[in-house]
Nanobody
Framework: QVQLVESGGGLVQSGGSLRLSCAAS????????MAWFRQAPGKQRELVAG???????NNADSVKGRFTISRDNAKNTLYLQMNSLKPEDTAVYYC???????????????WGKGTLVTVSS
């Protein structure tokens, strides 16, 4: 059993930056995919950015060039650096991990409870 705890959300103005962290209670070495999803009010949850254990990224087109995912295996922590934030980035951000080479919501084995990011215009 792995517990994931997100932090770093908050209120930021359009054009600003935030860095989200996802701390795992156990080792993340055994997970093939580590990812960030988000869910805006009234919308479906969607993949924002992810990476495989080998470091291959998978980012949504809407965040390419603005968001960067990274990990620190020694700290069992996943990060999401978000720059040039836009009001449409407002959502609850969740981290999730999967033992398989799969990127779907249903394919994730563990989820955090989320952290709210609000971008004001």
């Amino acid at each position: 059993q792995v517990q994931l705890v997100e932090s770093g959300g908050g209120l930021v103005q359009s054009g600003g930056s935030l860095r989200l962290s996802c701390a795992a209670s156990g080792s993340i070495d055994n997970f093939y995919v580590m990812a960030w999803f988000r869910q805006a009010p009234g919308k479906q949850r969607e993949l924002v950015a992810g990476m495989t254990s080998g470091g291959r990224p998978n980012n949504a087109d809407s965040v390419k060039g603005r968001f960067t995912i990274s990990r620190d295996n020694a700290k069992n922590t996943l990060y999401l650096q978000m720059n040039s934030l836009k009001p449409e980035d407002t959502a609850v951000y969740y981290c999730a991990v999967s033992r398989r080479s799969i990127w779907s919501i249903s394919g994730m084995n563990y989820w955090g409870k989320g952290t709210l990011v609000t971008v004001s215009s």
